[in-house]
């Protein structure tokens, strides 16, 4: 097995990006330069507890340019999946860093939501500590429902700050939906969920102590200085943490053991490219098969992943899936996985992303519904007009494409 870290690890259903703060600001900066709207949400297990109850968001997320491990609980899973993240990147850490980078680079930053106040004072105590910190534009919008709010007015004073780089601190769900549903207007390079953070830079909440850090009980000082706010909230997650962790873990860890390939059959059918996985989805595999994902929506390809020899997909394989599906949902286009086990479907059941693809029972079957842009829903709807019933292994739930 490679000692490389797998670059993306699912978790909860989420494809969680497995880098340090250092590269997490470095893509922070690609993104900046590829001419593009890149969303950026830092998920705890609050997040994952949402999505987990809304497909819609769990979408939203994965289609995310990069998911950074914001709590401890996401450190405590991957390490109990075998895939152990390099570390904690926590959206109060990342915006000292993007202001250095401001500092440094130009980039403009504009501040949207929390309170006047604490966005104002947020950003004196940027400016204090990183000096040539470029803070564009600020604004706190009325304290409204999603569908409520004034998204034009929102849109035009971003506009004219001219930012590359928008901080959002509207609360997880809200930022990340108000961002994914303005993606094609928002005129910005970078747009990343921020939840509380301002509050805490602002110093309206204390930071835990470097130590408490460390030891992975900063959510336990949090509690401590909000607990009516947050007792309720952690209850809730600790309860959906007990509720899906230790299936997951266990379907995990029953799949069989085979040896990894060294790499993936590759076929380009007319406007189909089929990726054929091999017994064991892990490693540098995974590279292999997100390498297909960009090079079929380079072509203008739909993707057919056929899993029909797979015994075993581990949490990077899983998160590899994910980021295929990024990379295709981002260039229009669909990705279907074909010919899956009923061991196989059920580690994804179990790990929230059965909804998220498109599948069919054979690979020929894949093929031919790819190759005409056909989605399941279609495919099965025809298959009720004709009086047939749905083949076995074909996913019945709803699929958005």
Known sequence: MSNKAAKTVALFGLPITNVTMAEAVARVEENIASGRTHQIATANLDFARNS???????RVICDCSMVLPDGAPMIWAAKL????????????????????????RGYGIFFLGASEASSRKAAQVLERDYPGTHIVGRYSPPLQALHEMDDVEILRQID?????ILLVAFGNPKQEIWIHRNRKRLKVPVAIGIGGAFDMIAG??????????KLQLEWLYRLLQEPSRLLPRYAYDAAALIRHLPLGVAVSRLQPH??????????????VRVATAPETLSGDLCSLLTTEATAAAKEHQMLVIDLSATARIEADGLGCLLEARRTMMAAGLQVWLAGM??????????????????????????VR?????QSEVEWKAQMVDKGTRTPAGVHAGPVKV
């Open 369 to 373: 519904l790819a190759s005409v842009g």
């Open 341 to 366: 086990s009923n061991p196989v479907k059920r580690v994804l059941q179990f790990s929230a992303m059965l909804d998220l693809f498109l599948l069919a029972p054979s690979l020929a079957d894949a």
């Open 160 to 164: 004219l700050a001219k930012p590359h």
């Open 52 to 58: 987990l109850k809304d497909v819609y968001l769990q």
């Open 258 to 271: 085979s040896p990894l390939a060294e790499k993936i059959g590759v076929t380009v059918l007319g406007g």
């Open 81 to 104: 999946f075998g895939k152990p993240l390099q570390e904690r990147v926590t959206g109060v850490d990342l915006i000292p860093e993007l202001a250095k980078l401001s500092a440094l």
């Open 204 to 213: 309206n909440l204390k930071r835990a102590p470097a130590w408490i850090q």
